[in-house]
């Protein structure tokens, strides 16, 4: 969702200015770099500095961080300040890091938005990438990078936010798997298993079963597990793979919540929230 404030004031460019936003828009390029500056304008430094600063004072451009701006589109009329979509700026940060498309994708709990998996919008935006980038706070847009190794980026797809705009996102399954090793990313496991069950008849259990043996985390399997038989969405042949697994260790099912609740041996699980709340939860 993108972020506008109004704010009137005067729009009016010399030639220069007009020419420099229409050739950004002849290049699909109303979210640019100083880079992506420069080359039109020839300008540098200081000089460019200076250009820049006069058309986002003036509302023409927004700021969003050092390096980043976006045009104000001209249709929002007197608005001032615009932030367009996250996800956008998400990937464009990567590319500022000299990463490129199969190095990143949006993640955790921006993906189960994307793919309606979820019924509240998510305040943060995540995004798994192969370098470490720290969190950047775009005028109250907070987008939180999550490093992960060239081998886990599986599973992706490409999203398409507008007519003309991408993002890489993992898709379905994989969505339910970085939910199950990361609930804490996607609100908690409850909203986690919401997610699987709002999915639960369009989702490949022998896929997402796979993306599980690939990454081969303990936690995930016993996760998985747990939730595909308290939804019965499998057959218990089908999860005997994840079953062999396991190993003697316990893990919480919410790793967000105290330490208490039974165990249970099968999945090797300690339930600190009751499965009936989860239940309840995913079909309110």
């Known amino acids: 969702m993108s972020i506008e404030y109004n704010i009137s004031r ?11 936003i229409a050739t950004l828009y002849d290049n699909d390029k109303a979210l640019f770099t100083v880079k992506d500056a420069s080359q039109i304008t020839g300008l540098s430094g200081n000089a460019l500095n200076v250009f820049l600063g006069r058309l986002a004072k003036k509302g023409v ?27 956008l700026i998400a990937k464009s940060i990567i590319h500022l890091k000299e990463l490129t498309d199969d190095d990143y994708y949006i993640s955790h709990g921006s993906a189960f938005e ?6 509240q919008p ?18 109250g847009s907070e987008i939180d990078f999550i490093t992960c190794k060239k081998a886990e980026i599986f599973g992706v797809e490409k999203f398409w936010v507008s007519k003309d705009k991408f993002v890489q996102v993992s898709d379905i399954e994989r969505t339910i798997i970085d939910g199950l090793r990361s609930p804490q990313y996607c609100g908690g496991i409850v909203e986690v298993a919401k997610g699987l069950w709002t999915k639960k008849n369009v989702i490949d259990v022998k896929k997402i079963i796979n993306y599980a043996l690939v990454l081969n985390i303990g936690v995930v399997y016993r996760r998985l597990g747990f939730l595909f038989e308290l939804f019965e969405i499998c057959d218990k042949s089908e999860t ?31 339930l600190n929230i009751d499965p009936d709340e989860i239940k309840n939860a995913v079909r309110a």
């Open 10 to 20: 005067s729009k009016s460019m010399g030639p220069k200015s007009a020419n420099f």
């Open 61 to 87: 451009i927004t700021k969003l961080k050092t390096g980043l701006f976006n045009i104000v589109p001209s249709e929002l009329g007197t608005t001032s300040f615009f932030i367009t979509n996250p996800v």
């Open 114 to 119: 994307l793919h309606q998996m979820v019924t």
């Open 122 to 139: 998510q305040l943060l935006t995540f995004c798994s990438a192969t370098k470490f980038i720290k969190k950047e706070n775009i005028h």
């Open 240 to 270: 005997e793979l994840i079953e062999k697994k396991l190993t003697k260790t316990y893990s919480l099912l919410d790793p967000g919540l105290f330490q208490e609740g039974k165990f249970i041996s099968k999945w090797k699980l300690r």
